[in-house]
T-cell receptor, first 113, second 110 residues
Framework: EAQVTQNPRYLITVTGKKLTVTCSQN?????MSWYRQDPGLGLRQIYY???????DKGDVPEGYKVSRKEKRNFPLILESPSPNQTSLYFC????????????FGPGTRLLVL | QKEVEQNSGPLSVPEGAIASLNCTYS??????FFWYRQYSGKSPELIMF????GDKEDGRFTAQLNKASQYVSLLIRDSQPSDSATYLC??????????FGAGTILRVKS
């Protein structure tokens, strides 16, 4: 089954404690992306990757890091989480941006205390 | 001005009616346009994409694009209660950066 998986699905942490949210896709997609979704603001792109070792900033990259060492994996790293990073996070992958369907993972709900 | 604007709704329509969802965007260089549906507590799923002016139909859904007016819309014919969801408009500005609107809540009343 074609899918994007994220772990963990729910996470409560404290300010400053480094965390990683994993994302994996089994569709051999080149394009992967991370979004955060906040009420009234919609989905905002954090980082995206066109292929292995190729990443670029989206609209809200501050406070986040990503890496793409393998095609299937695209982890999101919060080196020092702060309460304003409390949000719902989605990973997505696509075979191509212009016409390709973007598949979203199930989401990770993060609460930073 | 937001890059992609949608009326937050909720838009309420009776079952069987046509639901019309609208989206405007600010960047004239935008290349392709997407409509996603998101049920409460779920992840977004793609309904349609369009990149040429005019209409594109897929079953009960029709996407309309007018680049001169910087306007894209989604029509849902014969609306069903199962269509009740948040509809997200997304715009590819080029360079593979996708910008989403905040979404329109649609409620279909039976």
């Amino acid at each position: 089954e074609a899918q994007v998986t994220q772990n963990p699905r729910y996470l409560i942490t404290v300010t400053g404690k480094k965390l990683t949210v994993t994302c994996s896709q089994n569709m051999n997609h080149e394009y992967m992306s991370w979004y955060r979704q906040d009420p009234g603001l919609g989905l905002r792109q954090i980082y995206y990757s066109m292929n292995v070792e190729v990443t670029d900033k989206g609209d809200v990259p501050e406070g986040y890091k990503v890496s793409r060492k393998e095609k299937r994996n695209f982890p999101l790293i919060l080196e020092s989480p702060s309460p304003n990073q409390t949000s719902l996070y989605f990973c997505a992958s696509s075979g191509g941006m212009i016409t390709g369907t973007q598949y979203f993972g199930p989401g990770t709900r993060l609460l930073v205390l | 001005q937001k890059e992609v604007e949608q009326n937050s709704g909720p838009l309420s329509v009776p079952e069987g009616a046509i639901a019309s969802l609208n989206c405007t965007y600010s960047d004239r260089g935008s290349q392709s346009f997407f409509w996603y549906r998101q049920y409460s507590g779920k992840s977004p799923e793609l309904i349609m994409f369009i990149y040429s002016n005019g209409d594109k139909e897929d079953g009960r859904f029709t996407a309309q694009l007018n680049k001169a007016s910087q306007y894209v819309s989604l029509l849902i014919r014969d609306s069903q209660p199962s269509d009740s969801a948040t509809y997200l408009c997304a715009v590819n500005k080029g360079g593979n950066k996708l910008v989403f609107g905040a979404g329109t809540i649609l409620r279909v009343k039976s």
